[in-house]
């Protein structure tokens, strides 16, 4: 069964506009959620995790247990944000498990 | 600090046929894992070692087994090669042997089965 639900393959926004990837999970127990970023030619890399609660390059993202959501959300879409993004659970005892992946692309 | 690093970072092959793909962690992870990465299936995790010692496997067949070296360096083997094998083979690595924290990736390992 999935457990990490990534619903766009592509999200195409403008310059300025929100932005938000959604990410829905299927797990019992209480989760550990991450959003991990592979830009253009560089190495899949960590962008924020739940328990941080913070906010890197103008994303932040908040766990929603009722609904098993985890969307990534930023204000203000940046040219240098076009990316893939990938929300992966990390399930006690286990290794992280990705979702299919979301590729947002920020037009001028 | 040296990031992950794999090897090779391409190689071309043909059905069944076996493949070795390396990976060296970053000085001090002790925890390896590899992923299989393709448009249609997205990541899927193949296993992690700890400390020489598979902890966990993700669901693919036997075909695919690694194994991991007391310097943490690991290595994952396919044989029988398929079409269908043809993916980018990603490795991570991470300090601890607990199973929160980040994962540091490479660059990969991209197999073409031919």
């Known amino acids: 069964a999935q457990r990490v639900t990534q619903p766009e393959k592509l999200l195409s926004v403008f310059k300025g506009a929100p932005v938000e990837l959604k990410c829905n999970y299927s797990?019992?127990?209480?989760?550990?959620l991450f959003w991990y970023v592979q830009y253009s030619r560089q190495r899949l890399q960590l962008l924020l995790r739940?328990?941080s609660r913070e906010s890197i390059k103008g994303f932040t993202a908040d766990l929603n247990k009722g609904e098993t959501s985890f969307h990534l959300k930023k204000p203000f879409a940046q040219e240098e944000d076009s990316a893939m993004y990938y929300c992966?659970?990390?399930?006690?005892?286990?290794?992280?498990?990705f979702g299919g992946g979301t590729r947002l692309m920020v037009k001028p | 600090k040296a990031g992950v690093t794999q090897t090779p970072r391409y190689l071309i092959k043909t059905r069944g046929q076996q493949v070795t793909l390396s990976c060296s962690p970053i000085?001090?992870?002790?925890?390896v894992s590899w992923y299989q990465q393709t448009p249609g299936q997205g990541l899927q995790f193949l296993f992690e070692y700890f400390s020489e010692t598979q902890r966990n496997k993700g669901n693919f067949p036997g075909r695919f087994s690694g194994r991991q070296f007391s310097n943490s360096r690991s290595e994952m083997n396919v044989s029988t090669l398929e079409l269908g094998d043809s993916a980018l083979y990603l490795c991570?690595?991470?300090?601890?042997?607990?199973?929160?924290?980040?994962?540091?990736f490479g660059e990969g390992s991209r197999l073409t089965v031919l």
């Open positions: 000085s001090g992870h002790r925890s």
């Open positions: 992966a659970l990390q399930e006690a005892g286990n290794m992280l498990t």
């Open positions: 797990y019992s127990g209480s989760p550990e």
């Open positions: 991570a690595s991470r300090r601890s042997g607990e199973y929160t924290g980040e994962l540091f």
């Open positions: 739940h328990i």
